[in-house]
Structures are given as C-alpha cells and as structure tokens.
C-alpha cells in the first residue's frame, strides 16, 4: 500500500476530528504507520473542521499532507473550501445532500447518504462520523472489521456501545452497496 492521504472535512460538532483519530488508531492496532492533525475555525460549534491521516505500510517522513489521495465533506462550505486543485484520481466521497462542484467533474466522486442514515437508520445524527468511518473503511480498505471496531470501541462514550456499532455497519453497508 502506498501512503494514504486522508482529509476529512465539514462542520465543527459533526464528529470529523474524532473520525479522523478513529481511522488513525485502527491503522495503528493493525500495524501501521500513521500520522493524524486535525484544526477547526474559531466558532465554538458550527465553524469550518479539517481532520487529515496518513495511513502507511512504510514510515512515514513527511506528516503534512500537501496532496490528499482522499476527500470527504459533509458540508456544502467545506466541500467548496477543499476540494480544490484534487488530482483527478482522488476519490471524493460527499453526503449526498451536497452538490458536486463543477471543479470536480473529472474526479471520482462518491455520494452517500451519510447524515441520513446517521439519523433515520441509526436513529442518532450525531452517529454520522461513525458511519463515515464505516464507509471509508469499506471504500479504501485501511484495516479488517475487526480492527476498525476496535478503534471506534476505544473512543466511543460508554454506553454507546451497541449504538456505534450500528452505526459503524451502517456505513460499511453504504459502501457495499455501491
């Protein structure tokens, strides 16, 4: 596997930071090197969130991702201050409550319905990172099911067990079904 660049994007208080530390922290329980930062706008709740990863076989020298191989946005303002100059084979997967910019024409984009099913399938919208990092997982394969569980149970509230975990199929689905 070559490096793998993640941005994740969208609105502070939708859960990306934690998102991005989840993916990070399987890679790590399956042995792999990583990197994660994470910044957010100076709004309390509700401002621009960025979190980024690499995820490598290989040691990783330079932790600042310049050119992200992977993008997701949840929101229309994150997915226009982002998606940007993207190489036209990096994946971008949207909510798709979003519309594509015409920027991204040429790229893989991959729209999902992942604020949806967070509140009508899990039943909680605030479970949407968590079917975000199903998704991922499932699309760019980082690590088994086995290891991502794991990370998300190391970082969840206890009990919110059962609830995560719905979530965390959820998206797994989502993609599956592509």
Sequence with gaps: MN?????LTGSDGQGVI???????????IAGKYTAQ???YGPEARGGSCKAECIISDNEIGFTKIVHPTFLMALTQKALEQYAVNLPKDDLVLIDDSLTVPESLSQNKVCALPILR???EEVGKAMTANIVAVGVINALL?????EHIKEAVLLHIPKGTEELNQKALLAGERLAKNL
């Design 3 to 7: 490096n793998q660049c993640l941005r």
């Design 18 to 28: 934690l998102a991005s530390v989840i993916l990070a922290e399987a890679a790590v």
């Design 37 to 39: 930062s994470q910044s």
């Design 117 to 119: 099913t967070a509140k």
């Design 141 to 145: 394969g980082i690590v088994d099911e």
